[in-house]
């Protein structure tokens, strides 16, 4: 690690800040916590799609009962995000299923269970199809170049449509918050990685002003995107029945309820036409992309902007349109989840490059190298790239995983192998950074410095990386950076902890900080400064490098600081009886700047591919009526150790400017490649598909269109016999 | 209610409990020994995975009237002697650990699989943990930190 020379914390696998807690059983998370005079409570939801609430009833002894409806909202009776869509309690219209109406609180858990609420609905009819969606939450375009004269000098057009159903993201500890009334306020604890998010959505709520309420972020058991929003919901639930008990109230869910009613990845449609020439060079791209964004808008505008910056994959053309549109249904609102938009539209555009490849008769790896962009090239909306690792990391993974060989010594067998090249940008889209303005404090301690920001720590490592930072550039031993908790009371605002931001722009917020700390200290040990000139804080916010500019009027410019580069080869075996494919080798290769800690990073990148490979091959929401139909971990199956191959993990330097010690974001892309990578290398055995989750029993049916060849087994050499309709029966029953 | 009598972490703890409270409630709520976590409602995940007279079984499955007369041990005597366990010590150096929600069952499953198997290999070690979810490491510092432990007996 070249440049790591003379750096004491930086690029070396310190131990991590919380992992004492961690491995004794003493960290502790909100279900942990308790709190005198304690109240647990309940939420009760709808059972229907949509319709009208006309009655409700309670069946029970209710007395010593809290019981909140939309009626003892005391500010505004929205979950405040972007768009003001979201009631926190319905009033009267219901949109989806599970959608809360009534809480409960009890000290008594038992009580609190064995009372029953009828409500009485008028329904309406729902729509779960978003093709068929009247309401648009949001439409973006992206053009670049025209398109006739991209299509006119293709020689061939190729197209296709490619599926991506919902994700769960599954963190292990389920949400949770306890809220506390002090003095007219609110303090809430929770399982969270946006304090800011859940202070301003509790001020909006409960008409509180900023003083009146503190968010404390409890250690979180993982999050993924999935306790970005929500959190202010459950937070709202927790505090208004809090505020009208005037006591404590536990608000905890169960699987169960976590599955049921909180936000998934974005269900995706996404129709590509694409213009090339013989020999293998993109001329026109034409992208046409439908999310699913669920009954209320949460942050569907954004997920979708993401979404379509990233549609064309890192591969270069002059003209290019990029459409789509995030619509609603009845179904539970989709919301934040790692990648955000682009693991939808990267497994388009790379399963439709593979595709290509086929028609063309080129291997994909040849029409990658053409087609990847390089230094000096512009992405799809225009922006001029100075740095552009997509060669260096494809050439790099094809070597590694010794490719060609392998494809040429898999044909044939149940076995294949497949690649998929992606990019992912850091930090929030366009001119959003510009807009959050985020904040972070550095106090001088007798030993070193203590950090203040409100980015949280939900298993990535942000204490350990920040401190990383913070220690060599004031020049201080690691061990004497603190990290100061989560809380509004205490830290300015850093802005959500999302968007694989919290590194790349609120590390280098810190990393300023450090550095006019530094200045400051000059000769001075910091016992020795705070004896002499007494305390000493310093806060920097976010500043905008001059080089970007963004219009967000025409979508053009430059829409991130910077892009990871990354690429993906994946080889899996089918089982030619049971169709379960199975991932037994998997490479990737990430150019991410500077690993402030290399084995943090890589932490990163083999869960961010363990949830890819979920992703792919078995996250399956069945969605029956608007309602998740398999919501257990008994029949929604994540990856456990058989399923997940060991991850050969490769990281390539390429320092970004204006990130602390040249790093960039890490967080989402390793989501972004597993997918295709996985659906490609099924390609490689003569299935075509083109939609995941790829169960069995979609692999069992594209694989019976298949005319002539079968999978064979390699070993055994044993033939593939068409399955009997009866079991082809039995599976397509299974879950 | 039920009189229940077992010994957690080498102190002998009586209760009188509802029949129907599950030993990870009796570990967690009477207990307060809160690092025995749940994640699910249905004996998956393996977060709840604690020592029932020295093996590891998920104590979801199981209710307290059920443990009576059992010795048990939690994360939280793992290490009596406030020096972490060969295991703790592994998925700290290691990186076996993100958000750390899965960590104390995983290092309880990883007990009683070095105690049948000190040397085991990588196979044999993501068998003998492969009821265990980990959503955040994709796993394999999980196995890289019990393979530590291992070399260190
Ligand atoms: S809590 Fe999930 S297995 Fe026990
Ligand atoms: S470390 Fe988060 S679930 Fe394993």
């Known amino acids: ?735 | 209610m039920a009189q229940v009598s077992m010994t957690v972490n080498g102190k002998v703890r009586k209760r009188n409990v509802d029949p129907r409270v599950l030993l990870v409630h009796f570990l967690r709520e009477e207990l307060r020994l809160t690092g025995t976590h749940i994640g699910c409602d249905t004996s998956q995940c393996g977060a709840c995975t604690v020592l029932i007279d020295g093996r590891s079984a998920k104590s979801c499955t199981i209710f307290a009237v059920q443990a009576d007369g059992s010795a048990i041990t939690t994360i939280e005597g793992l290490a009596p002697d406030g020096q972490l366990h060969p295991l703790q010590e592994g998925f700290w150096e290691e990186h076996g650990l993100q958000c750390g929600y899965c960590t104390p069952g995983m290092i309880m499953a990883a007990v009683t699989l070095l105690q049948d198997n000190p040397k085991p290999s990588e196979r044999e070690i993501r068998e003998g943990i492969s009821g265990n979810f980990c959503r955040c490491t994709g796993y394999q510092h999980i196995v890289n930190a019990i393979q530590y432990a291992a070399n260190k007996r």
Not at chain 1, 83 to 90: E, M, W, Y
Not at chain 1, 396 to 421: D, H, W
């Open chain 1, 1 to 735: 690690m070249r440049s790591s020379r003379g750096l004491k914390a930086v690029g070396r696998n310190v131990l991590r800040k919380d992992g004492v807690e961690k491995v004794s059983g003493a960290a502790r998370y909100i279900d942990d916590l308790s709190f005198p005079n304690l109240l647990h409570a309940r939420t009760i939801r709808s059972t229907i799609p949509s319709g009208h609430v006309v009655d409700i009833q309670y069946h029970g002894d209710t007395t010593g009962f809290t019981i909140v409806d939309h009626r003892d909202v005391p500010g505004r009776n929205i979950v405040a995000l972007i768009d003001d869509d979201q009631p926190c309690l319905a009033e009267r219209t219901i949109r989806h299923f599970a959608e809360p109406i009534v809480l409960l609180a009890h000290e008594n858990r038992e009580r609190l269970n064995a009372v029953d609420v009828q409500i009485a609905y008028r329904e309406a009819t729902p729509n779960f199809d978003p093709a068929a969606s009247k309401t648009s939450f949001k439409t973006i375009a992206i053009e670049k170049g025209s398109l006739d004269e991209g299509f006119a000098a293709a020689d061939v057009v190729v197209e296709g449509e490619y599926r991506a159903g919902h994700q769960e993201q599954l963190y292990i500890e389920p949400n949770g918050a306890i809220a506390v009334p002090a003095g007219g306020g609110i303090t809430l604890y929770g399982s969270m990685q946006c304090p800011y998010y859940v202070h301003r959505a509790l001020k909006v709520l409960l008409g509180l002003p900023d003083h009146k309420v503190r968010v404390i972020q409890t250690e979180t058991g993982g999050g993924f995107g999935g306790k970005e929003e929500y959190p202010s919901m459950i937070a709202g639930h927790a505090a208004l029945l809090a505020l009208k008990a005037g006591r404590p109230v536990k608000l905890v869910y169960d699987r169960v309820e976590d599955m049921v009613a909180t936000t998934k990845r974005h269900p995706a449609v996404i129709h590509h036409r694409t213009g090339v020439t013989r020999d293998g060079r993109l001329t026109a791209i034409d992208i046409d992309a439908l999310f699913d964004g669920g009954a209320y808008a949460t942050l569907s505008a954004v997920v979708l902007s993401r979404g379509l910056i990233h549609a064309s994959g890192p591969y270069r053309c002059d003209h290019v349109r990029i459409r789509g549109r995030a619509v609603m249904t009845n179904t539970p609102p989709n919301g934040a989840f790692r990648g955000f938009g682009a693991p939808q539209t990267q497994l388009a555009a790379e399963i439709h490059m593979d595709r290509i490849a086929g028609q063309l008769g080129l291997d994909p790896v040849r029409v990658r190298e053409i087609n990847a962009l390089r230094p000096g090239d512009t992405t799809a909306t225009g922006q001029r790239l100075g740095d552009c690792s997509a060669l260096q990391v494809l050439r790099a993974a094809v070597e590694r995983s010794a490719f060609k060989r392998r494809r040429r010594a898999l044909a044939g067998t149940n076995r294949g192998i497949g690649l998929a090249l992606f990019f992912h940008g850091s930090g929030f889209t366009g001119g959003g950074e510009v807009a959050l303005a985020s904040k972070a404090s550095l106090a001088l301690t007798g030993r070193g410095a203590r950090i203040f920001v409100a980015s949280t720590e939900i298993g990535q490592g942000t204490r350990t990386m920040h401190a990383q930072i913070v220690a060599d550039t004031l020049g201080v031993p690691y061990d004497c950076v603190e990290v100061n908790a989560a809380d509004t009371g205490e830290v300015p605002n850093s802005g959500p902890t999302v968007a694989s931001r919290t590194c790349m722009v609120v590390g280098r917020i810190l990393q300023r900080c450090a550095e006019e700390m530094r200045e400051r200290l000059g000769t001075l040990t910091p016992g020795e400064y705070l004896r002499t000139h007494g305390p000493l804080v310093i806060t920097k916010q976010y500043e905008k490098s001059s080089a970007i500019a963004w219009d967000d009027h025409s979508y053009r410019g430059d829409a991130y600081g910077s892009y990871g580069w990354a690429c993906d080869v994946v080889e899996v075996e089918v089982d030619p009886d049971t169709w379960q494919v199975k991932p037994t080798a998997f490479t990737t290769v990430h150019e991410i700047g500077k690993a402030i800690h290399p084995m943090l990073a890589s932490g990163q990148i083999e869960g961010g591919s363990a949830q890819g490979i979920g992703y792919a091959l078995f996250e399956e929401v069945v969605m029956r009526d608007g309602r998740m139909a398999n919501c257990q971990l008994t029949n929604y199956i994540v990856p456990t150790t058989l399923d997940t191959p060991a991850i050969d993990v490769v990281m390539l330097e390429n320092p970004y400017k204006h990130g602390p010690f040249g790093a960039k974001g890490v967080g989402e892309m390793p989501i972004d490649g597993p997918a295709p990578a996985i659906i490609n290398a099924l390609r490689h055995m003569g299935i075509d598909l083109r939609e995941i989750p790829a169960t069995p029993e979609k692999i069992m049916a594209a694989s019976a269109e298949r005319t002539g060849s079968g999978i064979t087994k390699s070993r055994s050499a044993r033939r593939y016999t068409k399955p009997s309709s009866k079991t082809l029966h039995a599976l397509r029953e299974k879950p």
